[in-house]
């Protein structure tokens, strides 16, 4: 794979916060990324799939568990594990992406993973809630096969690391599209301002949404410009998008339901409508507390930001910011990939993307 532009490298800046050191989520301390990439075959045996995933801290999720909350902006997809995030508030499995028919398949690998940690785990005490996203990869992918297998989960977990986060066409992100063009997986991050506490915000989506005349890059309208682009328009698909956001923010899952409905404004900058057969799902979680399996305590103290001023607008706008600019770092990286029976999906054009932008460039 050839090394592809991020948005900043080519003088593209989303927003006005500051970024962590690696643009990424993993910019949150302690978080960390792993992929599995299978890109086999041609024609009708075409792989073009793979696994993701995102530990929101290095130990035992399952004996740490971590605040959490669920937005579904549009139903129309599979979120396995919503449920008890939505009962409880929290999670206690690494965040998995993948492609849509391999949903079941993973959870059993997360499930595996945690009796590994946990050989207790649905003996003589609970059973594990494992999370996992998806979206379609069928125009690309032979889905059928359902080709990622447990030993793939367990390969991405073990494989997970802090630092720079590999974009595109990677891991879950291999056959997505994105507003018509190659999509897949996308990261970014903001730093609040240290009277705001200096918190960090990351966003890393699994990008396969949108139509291509719908598509903006920093308000600009170049979707527009590059519709000629597309050379198989019943082939465009509304698709999905799984947005993840994690913090260092003090935060529970009331307070973090909030920031994940503010990733949807993130995601509407980039021209989405979140269009009917779209499955478009936000999670977000904070690291800063760690929920213990077994506590024998009433109560526990715990801090939580301050909900009723600046704090809470900078972690907003942290979370729109990096959502917007996730999105379209899956656009710049992702490269052109032919899969399924000869379908491709090309690239976006960066060089025409931004010599179109400069025509809607204040002067």
């Given at each position: 794979m050839t090394e592809r532009p991020r948005l900043r490298d080519a003088g593209i800046t989303i927003g006005t916060m500051p970024t962590g050191e690696d643009n990424a989520i993993t910019d949150v301390p302690d978080v960390r990324v792993g992929h599995v990439t299978?890109?086999?075959?041609?024609?009708a045996a075409a792989i073009r799939t793979g696994v993701s995933v995102v530990l929101p801290h290095s130990g035992n999720l399952f004996r740490e568990k971590v605040p959490a909350?669920?937005?579904?902006?549009?139903?129309?997809?599979?979120?396995?594990?919503?449920?008890?995030?939505?009962?409880?508030?929290?999670?206690?499995?690494?965040?998995?992406?993948?492609?849509?028919?391999?949903?079941?398949?993973?959870?059993?690998?997360?499930?595996?993973?945690?009796?590994?940690?946990?050989?207790?785990?649905?003996?003589?005490?609970?059973?594990?809630?494992?999370?996992?996203?998806?979206?379609?990869?069928?125009?690309?992918?032979?889905?059928?096969?359902?080709h990622v297998r447990q030993h793939h989960v367990l390969e991405a977990i073990d494989s997970a690391k802090t630092g720079p986060v590999a974009e595109g066409n990677v891991g879950a992100g291999t056959g997505m599209t994105l507003f018509?063009?190659?999509?897949?997986?996308?990261?970014?991050?903001?730093?609040?301002?240290?009277?705001?506490?200096?918190?960090?915000?990351?966003?890393?989506?699994?990008?396969?949404?949108?139509?291509?005349?719908?598509?903006?890059?920093?308000?600009?309208?170049?979707?527009?410009?590059?519709?000629?682009r597309q050379p198989d328009p019943a082939a465009e698909d509304t698709g999905s998008i799984?947005?993840?956001?994690?913090?260092?923010?003090?935060?529970?899952?009331?307070?973090?339901?909030?920031?994940?409905?503010?990733?949807?404004?993130?995601l509407a900058r980039t021209g989405s409508i979140?269009?009917?057969?779209?499955?478009d799902y936000i999670l977000a979680f904070s690291n800063a507390h760690r929920i213990q399996h077994d506590d024998d305590r009433v109560t526990y103290p715990a801090e939580h930001v301050v909900e009723t001023g600046d704090v809470i607008n900078w972690l907003f706008q942290a979370t729109i910011e990096a959502t917007e600019e996730a999105i379209i770092n899956a656009l710049f990286a992702a490269e052109t990939m032919t899969g399924r029976d000869g379908n491709t999906r090309y690239a976006l054009p960066v060089d025409r993307a931004l010599a179109s932008m400069e025509r809607y460039r204040p002067t």
């Open positions: 299978l890109n086999e075959g041609d024609g909350s669920v937005f579904v902006l549009n139903g129309f997809g599979k979120c396995f594990g919503q449920e008890q995030i939505d009962e409880l508030g929290v999670i206690e499995s690494p965040i998995a992406f993948t492609s849509t028919m391999n949903v079941g398949i993973v959870a059993d690998g997360l499930i595996e993973h945690a009796i590994g940690q946990n050989p207790d785990c649905g003996v003589t005490t609970s059973t594990v809630n494992p999370v996992v996203n998806e979206c379609s990869d069928a125009y690309l992918n032979t889905q059928q096969g359902r018509g063009f190659k999509g897949g997986i996308g990261t970014a991050s903001r730093r609040t301002p240290e009277k705001a506490g200096g918190y960090t915000v990351g966003a890393m989506i699994l990008g396969n949404c949108g139509v291509r005349e719908q598509l903006r890059i920093d308000g600009a309208p170049i979707g527009r410009d590059l519709a000629d799984i947005i993840l956001i994690g913090t260092d923010a003090p935060m529970f899952d009331r307070a973090l339901n909030r920031l994940a409905r503010r990733a949807a404004m993130g979140a269009a009917h057969g779209s499955g």
